[in-house]
C-alpha cells in the first residue's frame, strides 16, 4: 500500500480555499493538476502520475456533477485513491469517486470497488486466493456450515437464469480457509441498511450491482480472515469523504453527515437511559458525533 508525503499545511489549505472562491468546474481541474508533485509522492510505481491524473480529469467529464463538488471533497477523495493506489471511475472497478448530497452541499465521496478490495488482501500478503461469484438459478450449487463447511458450484453452460446468491471465498498462506454465501435479496437489505449513497443514480449500487453485490459479500467474508490491521484501516477508508488532504488519509476522519432514525426502545433498553418525567420519552444521550461515529464503525464492519 502506497504511503504518501503530503503535508496538511497551508498550501493544500490555500488552493482549496482559492478555487472555492473563484467557484466554477474549471477550477478543480486547475487544482488537479497543481497537486501533481502530491499525488506522484502518494501513487505506487505501477500507476504513474500522468495515467492517474488523466483517470481523474476522465471520472470529473464522465460525471459532470463531481464538478459541482466542493474542491476539498473532491481532493480528499482524489488522493485516497492515490494513497491506496487504486484506479477511480475506470472499468478496472477498483474504486469510485461519487458526488454525495452532504451537509446541504455536494461533496466527493470515495468508495472501493470490490477489485480495489481483492486487490488490498493481496497486497497485505496474507490472502493467497481471494475471489466471488454469481450463482445463477439454473447453475449447480450446494453448501454446507458446520465443523467440516464444503461449498460446491458448478455453472450451467447455457440458459443459467437469473442470479439468486453471490459467493465469496478467502485462502491464506496459514491453510486458513472460508466462505460466506448470500442472497440477492440478504445483498439488497445490506446495502438499505448501510449504503446511505445507494439510491443516488451516480452510485455504483444502479448502475453496476453486481460488482457492488461482489464486493458485499469479500467484505463478509473477510471478517473470518486472518487478515492485518493495516487492511481493515484501509477498508475502514470505503463510503468516506474528507476534506483534509494528509500524508496519511486513512488516519482523517469521516466528515459524512449520517441520518440516524429513531427506532423502537423496549422498556429493559429504556430502563438504562434517562426518560423525560413529562412526556414519558426515553432520552438518547448521545451526541449526533457519537451517534455518527457508532454508525460508521458498524458500517466498516458490515460492508456495503
Excluded at 78 to 97: D, F, K, R, S, W
Excluded at 106 to 124: N, S
Excluded at 205 to 228: E, G, S
Amino acid at each position: 500500500m502506497a504511503a504518501g508525503t503530503i503535508k496538511s499545511g497551508a498550501i493544500q489549505k490555500a488552493q482549496a480555499s482559492k478555487a472555492v472562491a473563484k467557484g466554477g468546474p474549471q477550477n478543480i481541474k486547475q487544482l488537479i493538476m497543481q497537486m501533481k508533485p502530491q499525488i506522484e509522492k502518494a501513487l505506487p510505481t505501477v500507476i504513474t502520475p500522468e495515467r492517474f491524473t488523466r483517470m481523474v480529469l476522465t471520472a470529473l467529464s464522465t460525471t459532470p456533477k463531481l464538478q459541482e463538488c466542493t474542491p476539498k471533497s473532491f481532493l480528499g477523495a482524489m488522493m485516497q485513491a492515490a494513497q491506496l493506489g487504486v484506479e477511480p471511475n475506470t472499468p478496472l472497478a477498483q474504486a469510485y469517486l461519487i458526488p454525495y448530497k452532504n451537509k446541504g452541499q455536494m461533496e466527493a465521496q470515495f468508495q472501493l470497488g470490490y477489485k480495489g478490495l481483492i486487490d488490498l488482501a493481496y497486497r497485505g500478503g496474507e490472502v493467497t486466493n481471494i475471489y466471488a461469484e454469481a450463482v445463477h438459478e439454473n447453475d449447480e450449487f450446494d453448501y454446507e456450515l458446520g465443523l467440516e463447511p464444503k461449498i460446491k458450484h458448478k455453472p450451467a453452460l447455457k440458459d443459467r437464469g437469473e442470479v439468486i446468491l453471490y459467493y465469496a471465498i478467502f485462502k491464506t498462506k496459514s491453510g486458513a480457509a472460508g466462505f460466506k454465501v448470500m442472497s440477492v435479496e440478504d445483498i439488497r437489505k445490506h446495502m438499505n441498511q448501510y449504503s446511505q449513497a445507494a439510491k443516488g443514480g451516480f452510485s455504483p449500487w444502479q448502475n453496476n450491482f453486481d460488482a457492488m453485490a461482489k464486493k458485499t459479500v469479500i467484505k463478509q467474508v473477510l471478517k473470518y480472515a486472518p487478515i492485518r490491521t493495516e487492511f481493515m484501516r484501509a477498508v475502514a477508508a470505503d463510503g468516506t469523504i474528507k476534506t483534509n488532504v494528509t500524508e496519511n488519509m486513512v488516519e482523517e476522519p469521516d466528515e459524512t453527515i449520517i441520518t440516524v432514525e429513531a427506532e423502537p426502545v423496549t422498556q429493559q433498553e429504556g430502563a438504562s437511559r434517562e426518560v423525560d418525567m413529562e412526556t414519558g420519552e426515553i432520552l438518547d444521550q448521545r451526541t449526533a458525533e457519537e451517534k455518527a461515529e457508532e454508525y460508521q464503525a458498524e458500517k466498516s464492519l458490515q460492508g456495503e
